[in-house]
């Protein structure tokens, strides 16, 4: 018989998270993924996600105005609803108040968790989603009530407006079912009327990508090609970072147990699905942090047998201390919580990627506002193309007077070219000896510095001006596409 649900510890560490992010989420600034979010236009799906990240983003500032606190308040909303559906995944595993209470208060302020609730990214909608596809799969299957499987497919459908990589998931979890059961799972009528239901909900969004060309698996390639060495080597040491290393014995005890536990053994594909959905990514190239959701529902899974472990007064302590422990480590490395004077000086940039790709924006935008300072007649042939989406988003955000603002990455492309008007170009981040090819002159007016030495990619990049365009914009726009 299931537990009751204890609501006191989840509303607890929801209010706890809630606040902790509320107070830091205005600090630092936009990241540069959020400043490409700002500047799309509305579609049903973009070349490199869905478009409900960026949905969710827009309408949180239509409510709470624009700002980047606002534009961030739907991660904390994620964040405390992951939390919520965890404890209920513990809960469903047959844990107690004691695992309920680890559950919550160890996930609430664990690393990657921290990281995904600062920032407003696909990946933190996709931690929400994966939770909740997990816990009514395990209701599916362990209570034996396969119309649970209908809500799976009613969230992995939703899901599909975001990423695509929840497809990766259902895979992992059907490879798992097929490799140790319950195999009858497989040929269920409500199975497979929830993958329907999945398809009929993302439907919109899948046919977009198709009438586009798929443009996603052309993006999944880019970043495999470009990052996917990389992307290998870290794949398996990154997993013992992602809730951070005090909680890998509850996480790894929850993987352990579904494989030994009897009464668990109708959700024992749990445990499968993961080293199955590390082979997918390790395959594809894909990024570490991918299978961050199965990470959670080991580590709710977990928490149920550690908690029974930790019933004396030494063990608990010792829980308590990891607990505590992987908090501090965890919210100095995730959340901005150092001056962003001094955060130079310290490893968290080498630690925390999306620190460094928060730091910047508003001193680059001024240093890449040449537009304002030209005369009125060469203002009425100029654009500005930049190298990447952030800076884009920066000089739409944060300068004065920008101009017209181009740029090739991503579906940023799909808004060019410039008009034939436009003989002049002010380059942000290109390489001017690459432009030259294209320009009877490029010369070199800036070089960007954030000011305070946190290395990002627009550190030391040049802005240029390019005078006397040699080819049709239809000819050289696609020179300046790219993926990643």
């Given at each position: 018989m299931r537990p009751p649900l204890f609501r006191l510890h989840p509303a607890l560490a929801s209010l706890a998270l809630a606040a902790v992010l509320s107070a830091?989420?205005?600090?630092?600034?936009?990241?540069?993924?959020?400043?490409?979010?700002?500047?799309?236009?509305?579609?049903?799906?973009?070349?490199?996600?869905?478009?409900?990240?960026?949905?969710?983003?827009?309408?949180?500032?239509?409510?709470?105005?624009?700002?980047?606190?606002?534009?961030?308040?739907?991660?904390?909303?994620?964040?405390?609803?992951?939390?919520?559906?965890?404890?209920?995944?513990?809960?469903?595993?047959?844990?107690?108040?004691?695992?309920?209470?680890?559950?919550?208060?160890?996930?609430?302020?664990?690393?990657?968790?921290?990281?995904?609730?600062?920032?407003?990214?696909?990946?933190?909608?996709?931690?929400?989603?994966?939770?909740a596809v997990l816990l009514f799969a395990v209701r599916a299957l362990l209570r034996d009530r396969p119309q649970w499987w209908l809500a799976v497919g009613a969230v992995a459908g939703i899901g599909l407006y975001n990423k695509h990589l929840i497809v990766l998931l259902l895979i992992s979890l059907g490879a798992a079912l097929l490799a140790v059961g319950p195999r009858r799972a497989l040929v269920s009528r409500w199975l497979w009327a929830g993958v329907a239901l999945a398809f009929v909900i993302g439907s919109p969004n899948l046919i977009?990508?198709?009438?586009?060309?798929?443009?996603?698996?052309?993006?999944?390639?880019?970043?495999?090609?470009?990052?996917?060495?990389?992307?290998?080597?870290?794949?398996?040491?990154?997993?013992?970072?992602?809730?951070?290393?005090?909680?890998?014995?509850?996480?790894?005890?929850?993987?352990?147990?579904?494989?030994?536990?009897?009464?668990?053994?109708?959700?024992?594909?749990?445990?499968?699905?993961?080293?199955?959905?590390?082979?997918?990514?390790?395959?594809?190239?894909?990024?570490?942090?991918?299978?961050?959701?199965?990470?959670?529902?080991?580590?709710?899974?977990?928490?149920?047998?550690?908690?029974?472990?930790?019933a004396s007064q030494g063990r608990r302590a010792l829980l308590v201390a990891a607990v505590g422990l992987n908090t501090a480590v965890s919210a100095v490395v995730a959340l901005p919580l150092i001056p962003v004077e001094a955060v130079g000086d310290t490893p968290i940039p080498a630690m925390n990627d999306t620190v460094p790709d928060q730091i910047g924006w508003q001193t680059y935008a001024r240093q890449a506002s040449v537009f304002q300072s030209m005369t009125p007649e060469e203002k009425d042939r100029t654009v500005t193309v930049t190298?990447?989406?952030?800076?884009?988003?920066?000089?739409?955000?944060?300068?004065?007077?920008?101009?017209?603002?181009?740029?090739g990455h991503n579906e940023l492309f799909a808004y060019g070219p410039p008009p034939e008007s436009a003989t002049t170009v002010i380059t942000v981040g290109l390489p001017l000896d690459r432009m030259e090819e294209y320009f009877d002159e490029c010369l070199a007016v800036a070089v960007l510095d954030n000011n305070v030495g946190v290395e990002n990619e627009e550190q030391g990049r040049t802005v240029g001006v390019c005078r006397g365009r040699t080819l049709p914009w239809a000819e050289l726009w696609p020179e300046f596409r790219h993926y990643d």
């Open positions: 830091v989420n205005g600090r630092y600034d936009y990241h540069r993924d959020e400043l490409y979010f700002l500047i799309l236009e509305r579609a049903w799906g973009y070349v490199d996600q869905g478009p409900l990240t960026p949905l969710l983003g827009h309408l949180s500032i239509a409510v709470f105005g624009d700002t980047v606190w606002a534009f961030r308040f739907p991660s904390v909303l994620c964040m405390v609803g992951m939390l919520w559906l965890a404890a209920l995944l513990t809960r469903e595993l047959g844990g107690g108040r004691a695992a309920q209470a680890l559950c919550v208060w160890g996930l609430a302020f664990a690393g990657v968790a921290l990281a995904f609730g600062h920032v407003l990214s696909t990946a933190t909608v996709d931690l929400v989603v994966w939770t977009y990508q198709a009438q586009h060309g798929w443009p996603q698996l052309e993006m999944a390639s880019a970043i495999a090609e470009g990052d996917g060495a990389e992307n290998r080597i870290t794949l398996l040491p990154f997993q013992f970072l992602l809730l951070g290393l005090f909680l890998v014995p509850i996480w790894v005890t929850g993987l352990i147990a579904l494989l030994r536990r009897p009464a668990w053994r109708p959700v024992r594909a749990l445990a499968v699905a993961y080293p199955v959905l590390l082979a997918i990514v390790l395959a594809a190239g894909g990024q570490m942090y991918y299978s961050i959701g199965l990470v959670v529902a080991l580590y709710a899974a977990g928490c149920a047998p550690v908690a029974a472990w930790a190298a990447n989406y952030g800076e884009a988003g920066a000089l739409l955000e944060y300068a004065v007077e920008s101009g017209p603002v181009y740029s």
